[in-house]
């Protein structure tokens, strides 16, 4: 079974992530870290930032690889996740953006940049901490409804939902890319430790269908299941209907000293 957390809010989320990665860049400068875009994430990102500046940690040395991004979206176009990922992620957290990867989403070369990107992700020796949020699709990285659960990174058609969903960070939902290049569920599952978060009302049947339902594709977030060591951090609306919740928060409430997320 995944770890459930249940927090508070978003800030409480990002603390507990913020101070799992400074342990494991403690441990490891170069780690490998699995960065996801949208909304989701920000907190943790921003509660590391903080704490980075704070106690004066050198995260120069730590590679990531971004779950996705758009497919002919300009890279220098705002809201690419190269650009996302630069301003949200390598310059507040001080990484060398060399060693930051985003999957290629330029036309030009599209029917290889996946095996590429798999190839720059097992020659870095794998990822150590992913990131994940939820669509209310159920999508984890882009990985939408009907992904095989072993696919690894290749191009993906957005469902209607996910472009209408992401349409507040374009001037018109025209504008929202139709095709994305995404970390498929089997990259996901090859990372070493999944953090998925999810916050809101929204994303209340996501994280069910993903922590209680079946195992499906219909669910791509459900891939979680299958994997060692799954730590899903919600607030309570997005825990709203999670049938065991009682007994996820007994078992975070019983935790041993020495466990940690
Ligand atoms: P959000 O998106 O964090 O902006 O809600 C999550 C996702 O679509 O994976």
Redesign the pocket.
């Known amino acids: 079974m995944a770890e459930i957390v249940i927090v508070q809010n978003a800030d409480a989320a990002g603390e507990l992530v913020a101070d799992a990665i400074l342990r494991l860049v403690a441990r490891t400068p170069d780690a490998v870290l699995g960065l996801?875009t949208?909304?989701?994430?920000l907190s943790s990102y921003q509660a590391l930032a903080a704490k980075v500046a704070a106690q004066r940690v050198d995260l120069g040395s730590v590679r990531g690889f971004a779950l996705d991004e758009y497919v002919g979206i300009p890279v220098e176009h705002p809201e690419s996740y190269r650009s996302v990922i630069n301003r949200e992620v390598v310059q507040p957290l001080g990484m060398n953006p060399e060693l930051v990867h985003v999957p290629n989403g330029a036309l030009d070369g599209i029917q290889t940049a996946g095996d590429e990107y798999e190839a720059a992700i097992l020659a870095a020796g794998g990822i150590d901490l992913q990131i994940l949020?939820?669509?209310r699709t159920g999508?984890?990285g882009f990985n939408e409804p009907g992904s095989s659960l072993s696919s690894l990174t290749r191009t993906k058609t957005l469902t209607e939902q996910?472009r209408i969903?992401n349409a507040r960070f374009f001037d018109s939902i025209d504008e929202v890319p139709v095709h994305c290049i995404t970390q498929g569920l089997g990259t996901i599952l090859r990372a070493r430790h999944l953090v998925l978060l999810a916050f809101g009302e929204a994303k209340a049947d996501a994280i069910a269908a993903a922590v209680e339902g079946p195992v499906t594709a219909s669910q791509p977030g459900s891939v979680i299941q299958l994997h060692p060591h799954a730590t899903v951090i919600v607030d309570e609306a997005a825990a709203s209907k999670l049938a065991n919740i009682d007994y996820y928060r007994h078992v975070w409430n019983t935790r041993f000293d020495w466990e940690e997320l």
């Open positions: 996801a949208g909304s989701t994430p949020g939820i669509g999508h984890v996910t969903d």
